[in-house]
């Protein structure tokens, strides 16, 4: 997985960890895509309470990378029942990317307080086809997000 990764500067880093704070999805994202590119590239400053539903990303083209930057977190996938098949753990001086296969139920769960994860993508972006949704977990912002969560964290 080779990948030029950008830099950010301590400015940009603690303005997005305040943004994040902000949010009710733990998380602020930094897109350097534009709209139609066909190489998606994001950074993600995502908070230790963030929940990411379960999703997968419908076409083979969309492999997704992930390379942590700081923190560490839990990759963690799903057969379609909504069963763990499998975790990985990523932190800091062990671990730091993995590849995501095309048509794999995932979520991420992050393991410390601050966390930065750099995302690749290829395929055009179109909000619609982008991903699917595990319709056996909970929504995001749900009351029974943050239970699931912690059960998600419970199995690393």
Known sequence: MNSVIPNLSKEEIKSR???????????????????GDYLNKVFNFILEDSYMQPHLHPSDEKIENMYLIKGSFGLIEFDD???ITKTTLLTEGNLTSIKVPAF????????????IVYETMEGKYEPNSWKKMASWAPVEDSEEAHSYLEGLKSSL
Do not use: E, Q
């Open 104 to 115: 794999t139920w995932h979520t991420y769960v992050m393991l410390s307080r601050k966390n």
């Open 81 to 83: 029942n909504g069963s």
């Open 17 to 35: 960890f305040i943004d994040a704070n902000k949010t009710s999805r733990r998380r602020s994202p930094l897109i350097l895509h534009k709209r």
